[in-house]
């Protein structure tokens, strides 16, 4: 879930830097409001030359599914094929294994990824996680690498968008244990946590926005 938040957000950075789905910058550097786009582009994208840019990101997961999604994708090709990291297991929606030992397994990989990109930042600002806290992985392995970066980079801003469980678009019994012990992480080393709650989404898009049938793709919009 949390990897599908961070590959909707990507497409519209992307977008946003008229940048095509290899990184590629597809503006005209002369004009005035693209050359601005240039001029920023650096805050989420690392210059690979030839006017080509790789998003800062780490892609983490428990198990290969969800990230060869995003590898196969359009905008699988933008992103560094090192700073995919994945297990083979996965955490079974169970918090301890994503916290405790397949997440603690996987957890050294990870943070040298974002140690690499933070070393190539001129002055990195703080780290932004897209996580859920209803599964395994992004409840566990999710709190574990926020305390890892609160660790490493006391000083930096660290900003989680977590996923609540809802009980109208549960389908695990045990989503609101995972939750409970993952809150208590956020609030000790999370500067802020934006809460995304899929029914209050769901009910925004029905009631306000009058849409039939909402999908994902409408409420990550």
């Known amino acids: 879930c949390g990897n599908q938040i961070g590959n909707a957000f990507w497409?519209?950075?992307s977008k946003e830097h008229k940048l095509a789905?290899?990184?590629?910058?597809?503006?005209?550097?002369?004009?005035?409001?693209?050359?601005?786009?240039?001029?920023?582009i650096d805050v989420y994208f690392k210059d690979a030359g030839n006017l080509r840019f790789v998003p800062r990101a780490a892609l983490v997961d428990l198990e290969p599914g969800s990230l060869d999604v995003i590898k196969a994708s359009d905008m699988g090709k933008m992103f560094k094929p090192d700073n995919f990291v994945f297990g083979a297991s996965g955490a079974g929606n169970n918090w301890a294994k994503g916290h405790y030992t397949e997440?603690?397994?996987?957890?050294?990989?990870?943070?040298?990824?974002?140690?690499?990109?933070?070393?190539?930042?001129d002055?990195?600002?703080?780290?932004?996680?897209?996580?859920?806290?209803?599964?395994?992985?992004g409840s566990g392995l999710g709190t574990l690498l926020l305390m890892k970066i609160r660790d490493n980079y006391p000083d930096r801003i660290t900003a989680t968008f977590s996923v609540y469980p809802s009980p109208k678009v549960s389908d695990v019994?045990?989503?609101?244990?995972?939750?409970?012990?993952s809150i208590h992480q956020l609030l000790e080393n999370s500067d802020e946590t934006f809460v995304?709650?899929?029914?209050?989404?769901f009910s925004i898009s029905h009631n306000?926005?009058?849409?039939?049938?909402?999908?994902?793709?409408?409420?990550?919009w």
């Open 11 to 13: 497409s519209t950075m």
């Open 21 to 40: 789905s290899d990184g590629k910058f597809a503006g005209n550097k002369d004009d005035p409001n693209d050359a601005q786009r240039l001029d920023k």
């Open 103 to 121: 997440g603690a397994e996987l957890i050294d990989e990870v943070v040298d990824v974002i140690r690499k990109e933070a070393e190539s930042c």
């Open 123 to 137: 002055c990195p600002q703080g780290f932004q996680i897209t996580h859920s806290l209803g599964g395994g992985t």
């Open 173 to 181: 019994v045990v989503e609101p244990y995972n939750a409970t012990l």
């Open 196 to 201: 995304i709650d899929n029914e209050a989404l």
């Open 208 to 220: 306000v926005l009058k849409q039939k049938e909402p999908k994902y793709a409408d409420l990550n």
